[in-house]
């Protein structure tokens, strides 16, 4: 092989250094959401003594896997296209016990002052027509560097259990038929969505029924072992102060 053109090998390294870069700031995009969703997850037992969320997975996307989304996508290849045109180079993905705490995550999570909202697609409300269900989020958050403030989008899917075991194997099948599902195979995915649908459904009212409003008052309540009885009379005094 003869030595390659200077130029090109100088251009090759900067190419390198480029999409590391890209990739290095979207896995810090990735911490921060990590963090958030750590805080509301911790924040939630705490007040309710109920943990909504099951499970948080993440990735970024390889250097490899990004230039051939680029290619497919048939992006100009270079790094200011990419970022922009690329909305999944880092993905989170939520998996809740329950629908109702999909949404309430994703309130939670997008009412939060330092998180932009790109984009929202419900495909619970709005199933795609192959059954695929699940909340989409496209947020934007800042990441602090040496160099500056970087705006960094990462895509957040939140669904439930169901939906993610559906969706997990439809992936594989439909990666396996190389994106051509055989009919009655398709057909059956659908009928396996439905069938999902309608567990999520009986889990959250037999969730209802079990914990239902009364949530509180069930909970053993262990406050007086917390708190010393003298201190909590002179809190008591104190807050009924009228305050400045
Ligand atoms: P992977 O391998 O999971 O990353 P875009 O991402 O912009 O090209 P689109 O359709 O505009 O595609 O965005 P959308 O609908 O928000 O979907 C993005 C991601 O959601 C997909 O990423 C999948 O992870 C998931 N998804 C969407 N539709 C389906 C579906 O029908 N079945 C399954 N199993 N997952 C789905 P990628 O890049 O396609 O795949």
Partial sequence: MHSPDPELLTFARQ???DLNRLTMEHQFAVDEVLTKVSILRQEFLHLNQYNPIEHVGSRVKSVQSILEKAIRRN???????????LTDIAGVRITCSFIADTYRILETLTAQADVKVVQIKDYIAEPKPNGYRSLH???????????????????????????????????????????????HLAQSLLEAATSAQQLDRRMEQLHAEVHGPKL???VPDPVWDAIDEDVLLRAWEANRRPQP
């Fill in 15 to 17: 190419m390198r250094d």
């Fill in 75 to 85: 992006l100009d290849l270079t790094p200011a296209a990419i970022r922009e045109a």
């Fill in 137 to 183: 989020a496209i947020i934007e958050i800042t990441v602090f560097l040496s160099t500056g403030e970087v705006p960094v989008r990462v895509e957040v899917q939140i669904r439930t259990i169901a939906m993610d075991f559906w969706a997990s194997l439809e992936h594989k099948i439909y990666y396996k038929y190389a994106g051509v599902v055989p009919e």
């Fill in 216 to 218: 509180a008052d069930d």
